[in-house]
């Protein structure tokens, strides 16, 4: 890694923007609910890590340590307070081919090398680029998402036994039907009733962790049968301990595992920092994109050599986070630690809690996450950007998040585009300086989709034999744009006519006058002037 790189990557990790406390400061107050809420996240993180290990192909236990392992490093360190990070379900289906082919210690080699990846795009500053992802993509992206979370956790209303073999979704396994359903069902709403209710009381207590401890107290006491968490798998293990992957360190394994370590590390960058920037949205913070690319690129790194299968910020537990009002990183690191001591002490307990009241929780965060004002804008929006928000949210439904936000960036680029080269015209008039010389003021900017537009512009046959084209209401953008002029020049040269430009900056001026087409004028344009005469002094234009 080069030597600016690796300062770059020193001086994000020397002074990180820690925020462990609110500007009113750490009250007690304050770290109840941060820790209230990572406790929250913690009982939630639980099913999710559980699941998505079974979609991969790998044991429970390697997402639960993804879990609190990436969780609790991008919590110390990432770039986003109130962010919650874990195994995650879009990078566990590109994984279980590989699972499958290769075995779980290539997954191992694999999650290390997407570490690398991520830290090298973080040092690089390519997070910033998430700028350039459109409203609505975003929007597409919120509604896509909440629907994905919405049909995963239909994979909870199956008989117990049959969703380990299943995976995380609604393919395969036997559904609950009778009274055990309408039970589900009934135990699920009052979460959601509880959740809704529970803030007009008292918040005291975090609404989605009341709803949990009071259904669970329910089922628990009455001894009612439902599903439970302990029916998708047992959680109880021990501390985590350092394993180097166990694969030939050859070429033909880094081939192996180089592509899937691409997708990965994309994926998890781009859900992540679209994650960061709900969040921001949310908790009125801005920046911090290129720390979360480390953040991420560190966790997954470390959890590669401890038998984790790696992850990334996770919006739904994200959103209990900051709805639960957790602020600080106390509230992420709480979550991770919570998840260690389940997995250490209270597997037991954690494994009576029912399904449904869990369920409940994440319907809350559908409902809460969907962007439901994007339904009445659909009609006043401009027809592309309707399109591009449905666009986004199919395709991340039934693709995955990092395929639908390059189709929505790519889309939402095109359409810019062609307005852009839309609005290239010019306005035609008499010379009131050159006698006899006609001057054509370029508007609209001009690029590779307007160059062909901007030819079109030109009436070369029946023109004067002097022409002046003014770009002072123009901006010539590329170098289609300058092949564009140095064409039109050469036509008018062609035909024995003399053309002028003015207006054009420095750099763009210097490389047409190389050309040999163009003159300048420096009596209508003497800003330029004193440029060219200082490109000319100093050998720029090499003698012209």
């Not at 918040?203 to 009455?222: E, N």
């Not at 939402?412 to 609005?423: D, F, H, V």
Request: net charge neutral; glycine share 10%; with cysteine.
């Amino acid at each position: 890694m080069p030597r600016s790189l690796l300062a770059s990557l020193a001086n994000r990790l020397a002074m990180p923007d820690l925020r462990w406390m609110p500007d009113e400061g750490l009250t007690p107050s304050r770290l109840r609910i941060e820790l209230l809420s990572g406790l929250t996240v913690a009982l939630a993180l639980v099913p999710e890590a559980v699941a998505f290990a079974f979609v991969a192909g790998v044991h429970p236990l390697v997402g639960l340590y993804a879990a609190f392992i990436v969780g609790l490093i991008t919590a110390l360190i990432g770039g986003r307070p109130g962010m919650i990070s874990g195994a995650t379900g879009a990078l566990a289906v590109v994984m279980v081919s590989l699972v499958a082919q290769h075995g779980v210690e290539y997954l191992f080699a694999t999650v290390v090398l997407m570490g690398f990846l991520q830290v090298f795009a973080g040092a690089m500053q390519w997070g910033k680029f998430i700028r350039l992802v459109p409203h609505p993509v975003m929007l597409g992206f919120v509604n896509g998402l909440a629907i994905v979370i919405f049909l995963a956790q239909l994979g909870q209303f199956k008989v117990p036994g049959s969703m380990e073999n299943s995976g995380h979704g609604m393919s395969g396994g036997e559904w609950l039907s009778g009274a055990q359903l309408y039970l589900m069902l009934s135990l699920v709403a009052l979460t959601m009733v509880i959740i809704w209710v529970m803030p007009r009381i008292t918040r005291f207590i975090p609404a989605p962790l009341a709803g949990i401890g009071i259904v669970a107290a329910l089922v628990i006491g009455a001894g009612l049968d439902v599903p439970r968490v302990g029916d998708l798998a047992s959680i109880q293990g021990g501390l985590p301990s350092f394993h180097i992957p166990m694969v030939p360190l050859t070429l033909e394994t880094l081939w192996i595992i180089l592509p899937y370590a691409v997708i990965l590390a994309a994926i998890g960058l781009i859900e992540s920092l679209l994650t960061l920037n709900l969040v921001g949205e949310i908790t009125g913070k801005r920046g911090g994109a290129s720390q979360e690319c480390i953040a991420q690129g560190i966790a997954n790194t470390v959890t590669g050599f401890f038998g984790g299968m790696g992850g990334c910020a996770m919006i739904g537990q994200s959103m209990i986070n900051v709805k639960s009002g957790g602020r600080t990183r106390v509230a992420g690191i709480a979550a991770a630690l919570f998840l260690l001591v389940f997995i250490l002490f209270a597997a037991p307990m954690i494994e009576l809690i029912p399904l449904a009241a869990l369920v409940g929780v994440m319907f809350m965060v559908v409902i809460g996450t969907f962007a439901w004002n994007s339904l009445t804008i659909l009609r006043k929006v401009p027809r592309t950007d309707a399109f591009v928000i449905l666009l986004v949210t199919v395709v991340t439904v039934l693709e995955d998040l990092a395929v639908a936000v390059v189709v929505g960036v790519i889309v939402s680029a095109l359409t810019y585009a062609w307005n852009n080269a839309r609005r290239i015209h010019a306005i035609t008039r008499d010379s009131a300086t050159e006698r006899g010389a006609k001057v054509y003021e370029i508007q609209g900017p001009l690029f590779f989709g307007s160059s062909d537009g901007f030819i079109e512009l030109f009436d070369i046959e029946n023109d004067p034999d002097s022409v002046i084209v003014d770009f002072a209401g123009s901006r010539v953008v590329d170098q289609s744009a300058l092949q564009a002029i140095e064409a039109v020049a050469g036509k008018y040269e062609d035909a024995g006519k003399a053309i002028k430009l003015r207006h054009l900056s420095r750099d763009c001026h210097r490389l047409l006058k190389k050309a040999g087409h163009l003159m300048v004028d420096s009596d209508d344009d003497p800003d330029y002037a004193l440029a060219v005469d200082y490109e000319v002094r100093t050998g720029i234009l090499g003698g012209h």
